[in-house]
Structure formats: C-alpha cells, structure tokens
C-alpha cells in the first residue's frame, strides 16, 4: 500500500526486526535513529534503504522529524517493540481497497504482552492509539512524555489489534519508571507545579486501587498485580523526584 511506515528506533535489536516483518506490505519505511550502539541500524538495513540517524530531540520533536522524511500521503507510526497483526493488516487493507479510506486516520487497539501474558485489563487495553493517518493531517505533540498525534479531520477504530511487547524483564521496566519518573519531575516542575505530601501520600494508593480493582487488573492474575503496584510505585516516584529536584534548586516547595 502507498504508506510510509515510521519508526523511531535506539538501541532495538531486541525488537526491531520483529516490528518491520510486519510491515512489509507497506509501501516504505522510514527509520530514525539516535545512533543506536547495537546492531538495530544494521537489522533495519536489511529492510529499508531508508533509514535516517541524528542526535535525540526529544520524544514530540523526534517523531515529527520522522514524519517530514515520510514521501506517502499516509503514514503508520510504530514503536519498535509493536507489531503489526495479520488481522488488523488485511483490515488496513480492507480499508484502502477502492475506493480508498473515508477517513483521514485511525486508531487501532494495542494490545500488551507483560509477564509470560496478554493483558486485557488494568487500563492496558484497549489500549486505542492513534497511528495511522494522512500525512498532512497530522502531527505530534504533547510533553516531555506522553506523546500523542493531533488529527485534523475524522478518525475511525479499527477492531484488530496492534501487539506491543513491552519490557522483556523486570529490571528493564524499573529502569523505564526510573527514566519517565525523572523526565515527568522536570516537566512537571518547569511548568510550576512543587511538591505536595498530601499528593504523596494519597494519589500512590489511588492508584492502585483504581488499576487492580477499578480497572478489574484483578484478571489478569499475577502479571495484573504488578502492573498496580508498578504504577502506584511510579507514582511515588514521580513526587520524590520532584521534591528532589526542589532541593537540588534550592527550594523548600510545600511542606
């Protein structure tokens, strides 16, 4: 199909070979790398002369910046750990035969592999994202994190599912938390916003809460506990890290 296919890769070897065999049917693909020290640049090679390399800018800055190499009128952005199922490929399909899409983008359901399953619950899925869409009606935008597409025009949700690998092990999702925890405490204190113990103490346990039982985590058995532990944990660890930060600053902040 004439799309381009974007990914943003750094150090992928892991996943990355993966994520572009299922996206062979696509027209192009465009790669973006933060001068990746493993073999993902080699890997990508392998599939695509199109693959590009600069210095990280930023998660909203990096994927822009991948879009504007994109030539087709459509693109799909994928991470490097997602893969494309065959279901929702011949629905892509299904949705460009003639006479083409009616749309101007479309969500498509991820779906998570955590902990030896997949995750149906705990707020993981459906987990719609925004990936495909018309190049000239879209772009990235948001924080520092949490990064989304802004469409200009209509979307519709596709029934297949987008499969996401998230982290192969424990320490490599702790390291993760660790990374959005500091870059959120940043954000977060660049825009205003200080330390409260009130929100401390409180909004970890809501988590929880909201994630095992709300969310029906529950379900999900073990892998269903992690994810509401691991997400009050980052919680907590986003305002630690903000109360750091204040004392790194020199600041006292709410007491």
């Known amino acids: 199909l004439p799309i381009s296919t974007?990914?943003?890769?750094?150090?992928?070897?892991?996943?990355?070979?993966?994520?572009?065999?299922?996206?062979?049917?696509?027209?192009?693909i465009v790669i973006l790398d933060s001068h990746s020290t493993d073999a993902t640049v080699a890997i990508c090679r392998e599939y695509t002369d199109r693959v590009h390399q600069q210095t990280w800018r930023g998660y909203v800055e990096q994927k822009n910046d991948c879009l504007r190499l994109a030539t087709h009128e459509w693109v799909l952005f994928l991470d490097a750990?997602?893969?494309?199922?065959?279901?929702?490929?011949?629905?892509?399909?299904?949705?460009?035969?003639?006479?083409?899409?009616?749309?101007?983008?479309?969500?498509?359901?991820r779906h998570t592999y955590f902990f030896g399953r997949w995750i149906d619950h705990a707020g993981w899925y459906p987990d719609y994202k925004l990936r495909l869409f018309k190049k000239n009606k879209g772009h990235w935008n948001g924080g520092a994190v949490h990064e989304r597409i802004t469409l200009e025009g209509h979307a519709k949700y596709l029934r297949h599912d987008l499969?996401?690998?998230?982290?192969?092990?424990?320490?490599?999702?702790?390291?993760?938390m660790d990374n959005f925890s500091s870059i959120w405490a940043r954000e977060m204190y660049r825009q205003g916003?200080?330390?409260?113990?009130?929100?401390?103490?409180?909004?970890?346990?809501?988590?929880f809460l909201e994630s095992y039982f709300y969310k029906q985590g529950i379900l999900d058995g073990v892998p269903g506990l992690l994810i509401a532990c691991a997400c009050a944990y980052q919680v907590?660890?986003?305002?630690?890290?903000?109360?750091?930060?204040e004392l790194q600053e020199g600041k006292e902040g709410t007491r």
């Open 236 to 245: 907590l660890l986003r305002y630690a890290k903000l109360r750091e930060l």
């Open 163 to 176: 499969l996401h690998f998230t982290y192969s092990d424990l320490s490599q999702q702790l390291k993760a």
């Open 193 to 207: 916003k200080r330390f409260s113990r009130l929100e401390m103490a409180l909004r970890p346990p809501v988590k």
């Open 81 to 109: 750990d997602e893969q494309v199922s065959a279901g929702l490929r011949d629905e892509i399909l299904a949705e460009f035969a003639p006479p083409g899409p009616r749309w101007d983008g479309y969500y498509l359901p």
């Open 6 to 28: 974007c990914i943003v890769t750094y150090n992928e070897e892991r996943n990355i070979r993966r994520c572009l065999e299922s996206v062979l049917w696509t027209q192009e």
